[in-house]
């Protein structure tokens, strides 16, 4: 849909004038004769952006520019004038235009300012979408006396600049505790650079920390700035830092030490202040009897150490983290779902060895999969533990059998796609033939009831 612009001048040839450049230019021109008329058409069109001249009669461009800026802060406003000064552009800059055109007006001038100012409202718009997209899950979610304890450990650690060593299994948040350490801090204002050490073969991980010279190795055709020159006056934060290599270890013991590092085949040392949070799996202790890991290195990051909990260790927090998934795959267009007291009771059940990414992984799953609104707890035993789930019929003492219905559909469906499978020597495309189901549909139905199939 081409963008909307509202032309509010006095001048009708001006208004005539400016609706052909627009649309010549693939644009809406909506036109109005006075600030009046056109607040009032803002009221009722969409309108991307607002060319406005300063002098009209009755309201002037000043007052109908702070109208629009209260009511309407989103839309780019462009000034326009016969009797343009530098005074007057200051004044209406201050007050929120995006730009200033004075009369007579140049085609080439009025359409940059025009894309120009659509895209800045663009870039702002998607910028607040997607932090009013970001999940809460930034923060740390739960109430237990492990999470208390861990966030009154962060108030306290987050105004320093101590380097902080975050130890935990997988899965168990120590990207957002980095994360709100580093929002408490003075660093604030400068985002969080971060690295998985893990995830970098070892040949690239030094020149990703620290940038490179240009020529320092094949394919390095231009110099790159690393991670440490991009976290100047900020914070950086090395997860899995237990996979890197020695070497590269020695160099960050540097920046630690002296605040100073070199560049991959450079000579030129390079300042930095840096605040420098580490996350790690594995037990670093273990690592330097081995030989793995530097002691020198352990002892200047370990001067804060945070030890995350395991889900097993919180599961009274589970409630609210299921509350908070839901809520985010509900944004996301997954449907509204909620789970019944004996599917919370049934997740709460659970060891959880793969921690809160499991639980979330679980949450989505039981989401997408379960066709009503209401998660139950044989729901939550179906996906939880497929394989153990078998639907044995309970016979009464007549010898008939009692279970519900929902029960009874499950246990008549595994049956009978056990049968058909047979039939059909274990060919899941045979037996989707035969039955009249798609293919895909029916890989889906055998998952959730825990057949497993050979083709």
Known sequence: MSAAILIIDDESAIREALSGILEDEGFQPLAAASAEDGLALLAQRD??????????????????????????????VIMISGHGSIETAVQTTRIGAFDFIEKP???????????????????????????????????????????RHLRRQIERVAPTDASVLIQGSHGTGKELAAQAIHRQSARAAS???????????EELIESELFGHEKGAFTGADKAKKGKFDQSDSSTIFLDEIGD????????????????????????????????????????????????SFRADLFYRLNVIPLR???????????????????HQFKSR????????????????????????RELRNMIERLVIMTP?????????????????????????????????????????????????????????????????LERSHLHKKLKALGIKAEE
């Not at 540097?254 to 030129?268: A, C, P, T």
């Not at 927090?317 to 299921?322: C, G, H, K, N």
């Not at 796609?417 to 059909?424: M, N």
Request: glycine share 8%; net charge neutral; charged share 30%.
């Open 47 to 76: 309108v991307h952006l607002i060319l406005l001249d300063i002098w009209l009669p009755g309201m002037d461009g000043v007052e109908a520019l702070k109208r629009i800026r209260q009511e309407h802060s989103d839309i780019p």
């Open 105 to 147: 007006l140049s085609y080439d001038k009025v359409v940059l300012a025009v894309n120009q100012g659509l895209r800045v409202a663009r870039l702002e718009r998607e910028n607040r979408l997607l932090r009013e997209a970001a999940p809460a899950g930034a923060a740390i979610i739960g109430d237990s006396p492990a999470v």
């Open 191 to 201: 985002p969080m650079v971060e690295i998985n050490c893990a995830a970098i073969p």
């Open 244 to 291: 890197m290599s020695l070497k590269s270890q020695a160099k960050v013991l540097r920046v630690l030490q002296e605040r100073k590092f070199e560049r991959v085949g450079g000579s030129r040392t390079v300042d930095v202040n840096v605040r420098i949070i580490a996350a790690t799996n594995k037990n670093l202790e273990e690592e330097i009897k081995i030989g």
């Open 308 to 326: 995350l909990p395991d889900l097993k260790e919180r599961l009274e927090d589970i409630p609210l983290l299921a509350a908070e998934f839901l």
């Open 333 to 356: 267009g997954l449907g509204e779902k909620r789970l019944d007291d004996s599917a919370l009771a049934q997740l709460m059940r659970h060891d959880w060895p793969g921690n809160i």
């Open 372 to 436: 009503g609104q209401l998660i139950t707890a044989e729901d939550v035993s179906l996906f939880l533990n497929p394989s153990a789930v078998r639907f044995v019929p309970r016979p009464c003492g007549n010898g008939s059998i009692h279970l519900g219905m929902k029960e009874a559909r499950r246990q008549f469906e595994y049956e009978y796609l056990c049968t058909k499978l047979d039939e059909c020597g274990g060919n899941v495309s045979k037996t989707a033939e035969k039955i009249g």
